[in-house]
Each structure stands twice: as structure tokens, then as C-alpha cells.
């Protein structure tokens, strides 16, 4: 995580009520050396930006850095040093809500086999992942009916027709307001 901070109590009290923090979100995927300008204006209100691997350039992810508190994982495309900077995995718990990024996933029910290995004995709320450029967000029944989140993918290079990124909130043990966002047509660059 960069050198931004957000205070990390979840239960405020206030007045005699307890109030519990919100936590705001921008998740991307497979930029592939091309930060869309438009995700800064689109993740401005958010606590932290995600990015669930295939970064490319390094530029892409010290632009995040500058803007907001990232974390992040590396994907098979990413090079030797962002796969020593960044881990394969991030696991943690955010507001009471179990979280687990990946790059390379699979998707509901054809996950991975070393995902897979892990979700049968203990799953997350919320798994999210990338690699595949499939927007994609349901339930999955099998695992407690934990939240599968792809957010497609928001670079240039792959066969996806839209770049998308994902914006959510977590708060007192729920995901939130979950918003798919379109970013325009995959090799459209537009200011």
C-alpha cells in the first residue's frame, strides 16, 4: 500500500450510537500499460483503489499510487519487479467482510484448481479476480454464497469490446452499492 492512510476504526460511536465506517472502493483489472484517464474522476470518493492483475507498465500502477491507496496483485503478463513488489494473492478482512484477490481465478464453477483447493475450506465473502477481460459479478451458492467479482478488464490489449472498471462499497459486513462502469469501446482513446 502506498503512503496514504485512512483511519482503520470500524465502529465510531457518536452521540450514544454506534456508527460503522463505509468503506469506498474502485476495482480495475488488465490495464495492460494503459490507465484510462477517465478512472481518476470515476474513483475521486474512493477510500482505495484495487487492481486484480496484468498491470503492464510500472507507470500504471505509480500513477494509482500517486492518486489513492492501492493494493494489488501481479498477473501473468507483469514483469519480473512487479511480480516482486506485488503478491500473487491479498487476503483480508475489511469492515467484517473476508476478502480474496487473485489474478487468475477461473469463474463460477470452473474456478482454478489451486482456488479451488482453498475455497472448499475456507471460502471468502468476496473472491475477485481478472486474467480473463469477462465482466462478471454473481453469487456463488457452492462456497456460502460468496461474492465472485471480475471487473473485466480497463486496458487496450484483449478481445473485451468495453473497458469496465468496478466501484463498491463496504460496510458493516456487507458489499455495497456495487456499480459496473464503462469506460468506452477497447482501443477508443479518447480525452
Not at 500504471?60 to 512487479?82: C, M, S, T, W, Y
Request: with cysteine.
Amino acid at each position: 500500500m502506498s503512503g496514504h492512510q485512512r483511519p482503520r476504526t470500524s465502529l465510531r460511536h457518536l452521540s450514544g450510537k454506534y456508527y460503522f465506517s463505509v468503506m469506498k472502493i474502485g476495482l480495475l483489472s488488465d490495464t495492460h500499460n494503459y490507465l484510462d484517464p477517465k478512472v481518476f474522476s470515476y474513483f475521486k470518493d474512493c477510500d482505495e483503489v484495487w487492481h486484480a492483475g496484468d498491470i503492464g507498465d510500472r507507470s500504471v500502477i505509480e500513477q494509482l499510487e500517486a492518486f489513492k491507496p492501492v493494493r494489488a496483485v501481479f498477473g501473468n503478463v507483469d514483469d519480473k519487479v512487479l511480480q516482486t513488489d506485488y503478491p500473487e494473492d491479498v487476503r483480508t478482512t475489511i469492515e467484517g467482510v473476508k476478502i480474496w484477490m487473485t489474478h487468475i481465478g477461473g469463474a463460477p464453477p470452473n474456478y482454478n484448481p489451486r482456488i479451488k483447493k482453498f475455497l472448499n475450506i475456507d471460502p471468502p465473502d468476496v473472491f475477485i479476480c481478472g486474467h480473463s477481460h469477462i465482466l462478471r459479478i454473481k453469487r456463488d451458492p457452492k462456497y456460502n454464497n460468496m461474492l465472485y467479482v471480475n471487473p473485466g478488464a480497463a486496458g487496450q490489449h484483449g478481445f473485451h469490446l468495453v473497458k469496465t472498471i468496478v466501484r463498491f462499497e463496504i460496510t458493516a459486513g456487507k458489499v455495497q452499492n456495487m456499480e459496473v462502469i464503462e469506460l468506452g469501446k477497447r482501443g477508443a482513446i479518447v480525452a
